[in-house]
C-alpha cells in the first residue's frame, strides 16, 4: 500500500490550518511521506507577509470557539506554520502551491513564505499521490 | 524497576499534540541505535499516541507509567 498522504488545503481560516497541521505532523512522526498542494485561501495564508497574521476561524466558530481556541494556544499549541516547519524538519514533508490558484491570487513564487516548496498543477500532484489518500480541508 | 540507562530526556509536559510525538522523533534521532530516551508528556492522548507511535517506528516500549496526569515513556531506539 502507498504510504504517502496528500493533503489538499483549501481552506485558509488558522483553525482549519491547525487542525491540518496536526494531521501533518503526525504522520511525519510516523514517517509517513505528506504531500500538501495549498489552493485558494489557503495559499493565501502562506504568504510570506502574513503568515502569522489573525487568518479567523470558520464561522461555526463564534465567539465561545475563538475563546476556547486562544485558551489552548496559551496553554501549550503552537502556531500551525511552527507545527509544519518542525514536520518538514523531522519528516518527509513537501508542500507546492496551485498554479491556478497562484494566477488567481496574482501571486509570485516570491511572495511565499519559505515552507512552499514549488509550485504545481493538479496532474503533477495525482501522478505524486500515487495510490495514496487525498484529504481535503 | 531496574536502573535505567536513559541516554535524553524529553519534556514535552505542557505541550498538545502531535508536539509530543514530534518532540520524541526529533530526540531520538540524536541517540545511537539500542539506546533510550525518556518522554515526559501531559497530554491525555499522548498514551495512545506513543503506542502507536512505536509499532509504527520500531522504537520499542521500555517502559511506561502514569502518575496524576503526568506520563512517561521510555523508548529504544530501533
Known amino acids: 500500500m502507498d504510504e504517502t498522504i496528500s493533503i489538499v488545503l483549501f481552506s485558509g481560516t488558522d483553525d482549519k490550518l491547525q487542525a491540518a497541521s496536526v494531521l501533518v505532523g503526525g504522520a511525519a512522526a510516523l514517517g509517513k511521506p505528506v504531500r500538501i498542494l495549498l489552493q485558494y485561501w489557503a495559499l493565501e495564508a502562506f504568504r510570506a507577509d502574513r503568515i502569522k497574521a489573525d487568518h479567523g476561524l470558520v464561522p461555526e466558530a463564534g465567539e465561545a470557539g475563538r475563546a476556547a481556541i486562544e485558551s489552548a494556544a496559551k496553554a501549550g499549541g503552537s502556531h500551525w506554520s511552527d507545527t509544519l516547519r518542525m514536520s518538514k524538519e523531522l519528516g518527509e514533508v513537501d508542500i507546492q502551491a496551485c498554479s491556478l490558484s497562484m494566477d488567481v491570487l496574482k501571486l509570485k513564487p516570491s511572495d511565499l513564505d519559505s515552507l512552499v516548496d514549488g509550485v504545481e498543477g493538479v496532474a503533477a500532484f495525482y501522478i505524486n499521490a500515487g495510490e495514496g489518500q487525498i484529504l481535503f480541508i | ?78
Open chain 2, 1 to 78: 524497576m531496574a536502573n535505567l540507562d536513559i541516554k535524553l530526556k524529553v519534556d514535552a509536559s505542557g505541550l498538545s499534540c502531535p508536539l509530543p510525538i514530534l518532540k520524541a522523533t526529533q530526540g531520538i534521532k540524536t541517540v545511537e541505535s539500542g539506546q533510550l530516551i525518556e518522554v515526559l508528556a501531559t497530554d491525555p492522548g499522548s498514551v495512545k499516541d506513543f503506542d502507536a507511535w512505536s509499532k509504527a517506528t520500531g522504537n520499542a516500549m521500555v517502559e511506561q507509567d502514569a502518575a496524576d496526569g503526568k506520563f512517561r515513556f521510555v523508548l529504544r531506539r530501533k
